[in-house]
């Protein structure tokens, strides 16, 4: 994963006044001419495409008719099994190496979970807490940035001062964690450790040892690693997959760490399997609240996905087609990007090796004008400053791309709408 830095030998930023309002005129022209097409595009959120929820079509007739026995016997049609069936939990342990005690199986969304988590914290107070976070006079959040809109949403929704740190190529701003958990009302951070949203950005073992072995003034900080995109490839490559867990414990901060994947985008993005992985103590004290909350998760679901599967190479197989219907699409926004916009140094990008997103940083101050031009020529984006907490950028200069749902004909079509918006709101913005 690598930032590509646009080097363009002529800015538009030098362009003298008579050079940029030729520019811009003719830059205008090709936006009016983009809008007389009356397009309906859509590039907001990244969800599989048709043809991705199509491979998992064999989903919806298993476990077959007659066969609901878990591999421990349990009727997966009846009641109970808070923890999830032992079928799924082992594919998911072996796909991310941790032990399958680790493991709980939840239902489709792991972002549940995490609510679920975080307003028990808040009313009863975790394991390791002193008093409920209602409680305290303030409760703070860190958020590398740019992050995932719904994260900040959670943390938004239970008032937390939400605290800013830069996402980096190798993981969050370290010295700059490491500065905030001094505080003890910093009570916890989000981490996205693989092809995070929407940089891409992969988070290193060093970065990791440091976040699991750092000295928090809070007794119960935590730390919520939602590895959406574990093994989200756009390659042959299988990213590394970092036992957060394992390595709390080594460090001695076993219940620090509240990890998180789904099938989400592997199967059907609606009705998949979710999980949690954590220490002991953490899976006895979110096992008291979900025991009240309900009676077990879909298990039948579960089976149906382990019979799916098989095992993890099953999973790896499944998104290596994943992978073949997402690439060219990445590849075709970038291919654009580059053709329409390097050579005027107005923005820079990500080139991520998987997940669902490219983060595109356009000149500051006019990311918001880009989105509000896009939408004139009928191409929905996700709003300027929706990767940052209250959806406020300070630089005003980031957006989120999602390739993934279009097919590559309309993506072409609504990628080049982008890059006119973006070349006419830099040439607004440099004019004046």
């Given at each position: 994963?690598?930032?590509?830095?646009?080097?363009?030998?002529?800015?538009?930023?030098?362009?003298?006044?008579?050079?940029?309002?030729?520019?811009?005129?003719?830059?205008?022209?090709?936006?009016?001419?983009?809008?007389?097409?009356?397009?309906?595009?859509?590039?907001?959120?990244?969800?599989?495409?048709?043809?991705?929820?199509?491979?998992?079509?064999?989903?919806?007739?298993?476990?077959?008719?007659?066969?609901?026995?878990?591999?421990?016997?349990?009727?997966?049609?009846?009641?109970?099994?808070?923890?999830?069936?032992?079928?799924?939990?082992?594919?998911?342990?072996?796909?991310?190496?941790?032990?399958?005690?680790?493991?709980?199986?939840?239902?489709?969304?792991?972002?549940?979970?995490?609510?679920?988590?975080?307003?028990?914290?808040?009313?009863?107070?975790?394991?390791?807490?002193?008093?409920?976070?209602?409680?305290?006079?303030?409760?703070?959040?860190?958020?590398?940035?740019?992050?995932?809109?719904?994260?900040?949403?959670?943390?938004?929704?239970?008032?937390?001062?939400?605290?800013?740190?830069?996402?980096?190529?190798?993981?969050?701003?370290?010295?700059?964690?490491?500065?905030?958990?001094?505080?003890?009302?910093?009570?916890?951070?989000?981490?996205?450790?693989?092809?995070?949203?929407?940089?891409?950005?992969?988070?290193?073992?060093?970065?990791?040892?440091?976040?699991?072995?750092?000295?928090?003034?809070?007794?119960?900080?935590?730390?919520?690693?939602?590895?959406?995109?574990?093994?989200?490839?756009?390659?042959?490559?299988?990213?590394?997959?970092?036992?957060i867990v394992g390595l709390g414990e080594t460090?001695?901060?076993?219940?620090?760490?509240?990890?998180?994947?789904?099938?989400?985008?592997?199967?059907?993005?609606?009705?998949?399997?979710?999980?949690?992985?954590?220490?002991?103590?953490?899976?006895?004290?979110?096992?008291?609240?979900?025991?009240?909350?309900?009676?077990?998760?879909?298990?039948?679901?579960?089976?149906?996905?382990?019979?799916?599967?098989?095992?993890?190479?099953?999973?790896?197989?499944?998104?290596?087609?994943?992978?073949?219907?997402?690439?060219?699409?990445?590849?075709?926004?970038?291919?654009?990007?580059?053709?329409?916009?390097?050579?005027?140094?107005?923005?820079?990008?990500?080139?991520?090796?998987?997940?669902?997103?490219?983060?595109?940083?356009?000149?500051?101050?006019?990311?918001?004008?880009?989105?509000?031009?896009?939408?004139?020529?009928?191409?929905?984006?996700?709003?300027?400053?929706?990767?940052?907490?209250?959806?406020?950028?300070?630089?005003?200069?980031?957006?989120?791309?999602?390739?993934?749902?279009?097919?590559?004909?309309?993506?072409?079509?609504?990628?080049?709408?982008?890059?006119?918006?973006?070349?006419?709101?830099?040439?607004?913005?440099y004019a004046n």
């Amino acid at each position: 994963m690598r930032r590509y830095a646009v080097m363009s030998s002529v800015s538009l930023q030098d362009f003298d006044a008579e050079r940029i309002g030729l520019f811009h005129e003719d830059i205008k022209r090709k936006f009016d001419e983009l809008k007389s097409k009356n397009l309906k595009l859509d590039l907001t959120r990244g969800k599989p495409s048709s043809e991705q929820l199509d491979f998992a079509d064999e989903l919806l007739a298993l476990p077959g008719k007659g066969d609901f026995k878990a591999a421990d016997g349990t009727d997966v049609r009846n009641y109970g099994g808070l923890d999830g069936i032992v079928d799924i939990r082992q594919i998911w342990a072996d796909l991310l190496g941790v032990p399958v005690e680790q493991v709980l199986a939840g239902d489709a969304s792991s972002l549940n979970i995490m609510f679920d988590v975080i307003s028990w914290s808040y009313i009863f107070g975790n394991n390791d807490s002193v008093q409920p976070w209602s409680k305290e006079e303030t409760v703070k959040w860190i958020c590398p940035v740019p992050g995932y809109d719904r994260h900040f949403s959670i943390t938004e929704r239970f008032g937390f001062e939400m605290i800013s740190v830069p996402m980096n190529e190798d993981g969050p701003d370290m010295d700059a964690v490491e500065e905030l958990v001094k505080d003890p009302q910093v009570k916890g951070m989000w981490v996205v450790p693989v092809f995070s949203n929407p940089t891409g950005f992969t988070v290193s073992e060093d970065v990791a040892k440091r976040l699991s072995t750092m000295e928090t003034a809070a007794p119960d900080f935590r730390v919520v690693w939602d590895n959406a995109y574990a093994v989200h490839t756009l390659t042959d490559e299988f990213p590394e997959v970092i036992d957060i867990v394992g390595l709390g414990e080594t460090a001695g901060n076993p219940n620090r760490f509240w990890a998180f994947t789904s099938t989400s985008k592997i199967t059907l993005a609606g009705a998949g399997v979710s999980f949690f992985m954590t220490s002991a103590e953490n899976r006895k004290w979110y096992s008291g609240h979900a025991g009240i909350r309900g009676i077990g998760p879909n298990k039948v679901n579960q089976l149906a996905h382990a019979r799916y599967f098989g095992d993890a190479e099953g999973v790896r197989a499944v998104m290596r087609k994943h992978a073949a219907s997402l690439a060219p699409k990445f590849n075709k926004v970038l291919e654009i990007l580059d053709s329409r916009l390097a050579e005027y140094g107005v923005a820079q990008w990500t080139v991520p090796a998987g997940g669902y997103f490219i983060s595109l940083d356009v000149v500051p101050g006019t990311a918001s004008r880009v989105a509000e031009l896009a939408k004139e020529a009928g191409i929905a984006l996700t709003g300027a400053g929706s990767s940052f907490p209250l959806r406020q950028d300070p630089e005003n200069k980031n957006l989120r791309l999602a390739p993934s749902l279009p097919p590559v004909e309309e993506l072409e079509v609504a990628m080049d709408g982008v890059a006119t918006c973006v070349l006419l709101a830099a040439a607004e913005h440099y004019a004046n």
